[in-house]
């Protein structure tokens, strides 16, 4: 067990819907990391939070956004939601990005997307 | 652009029969390398960080190894629960600095059987 929590575990929903999905990091991690893990493209960074604010962006569509709130939990919205936004979606932390053993990324157990 | 690729994309060996898993990187200028171990429908788990070429780490069956242009996990005597897939991912450093997402390989899905 990482520490990282999200929530859902499971979602099912149709396209053209909006969904939120939630990462609590581990106890004292500033930074919260998304990723996408998806069959034909391998895992893709998406965006990067550190204590509040954005701090990297990735592969990340204009119809996904992300926020961290001040009890450093972060949730991604994807919206307008397509066949092809079928993935899991993995939150990562970590305590700061300071260099060495404090960037190490710990990821959560994912959140399985299905879009009908 | 960073890129990542591990070979093989699969690799199925007897139990006790040790093996190397491969990782070419392209990177501007490496922060870090990391391995990490994905059973299916979980999240990655982290096994190490290689900063420099000549650095090395292990850890029960496995050990890491880091040259400038790829790195290796060298698994010995592996059992039945060593399988996964293992994946590669590198971090660089940035003109602005800070830290960025990690940019992974496909990784290698490695079976051991009895």
């Known amino acids: 067990d990482s520490g990282v929590t999200q929530t859902p575990k499971h979602l099912i929903t149709a396209t053209g819907q909006r969904v939120t999905l939630r990462c609590s990091p581990r106890?004292?991690?500033?930074?919260v990391y998304w990723y996408q893990q998806s069959l034909d493209q391998g895992l893709q960074f998406l965006i990067q939070y550190y204590n509040g604010e954005e701090r990297a962006k990735g592969n990340i569509l204009e119809r996904f956004s992300a926020q961290q709130f001040p009890d450093l939990h972060s949730e991604l919205n994807l919206s307008s939601l397509e066949l092809g936004d079928s993935a899991l979606y993995f939150c990562?932390?970590?305590?700061?990005?300071?260099?060495?053993?404090?960037?190490?990324?710990?990821f959560g157990p994912g959140t399985r997307l299905l879009v009908l | 652009e960073d890129q990542v690729t591990q070979s093989p994309e699969a690799l199925r060996l007897q139990e006790g029969e040790s093996s190397s898993l491969n990782c070419s990187y392209t990177v501007s200028g490496l922060r870090g390398l990391f391995w990490y171990r994905q059973d299916p429908g979980k999240g990655p788990e982290f096994l190490f960080t290689?900063?420099?070429a000549g650095e090395e780490k292990e850890k029960e069956r496995l050990k890491a190894t880091l040259t400038k242009k790829e790195s290796f996990l060298h698994i010995t005597a592996p059992k039945p629960e060593d399988s996964a897939t293992y994946l590669c991912a590198v971090q660089a450093w940035y003109s602005g600095g800070g830290a960025d997402g990690l940019t992974f390989g496909k990784g290698t899905h490695l079976i051991i059987q009895p």
């Open positions: 106890s004292g991690d500033l930074s």
């Open positions: 990562a932390s970590s305590v700061a990005p300071s260099g060495g053993a404090q960037e190490t990324q710990y």
């Open positions: 290689l900063y420099s």
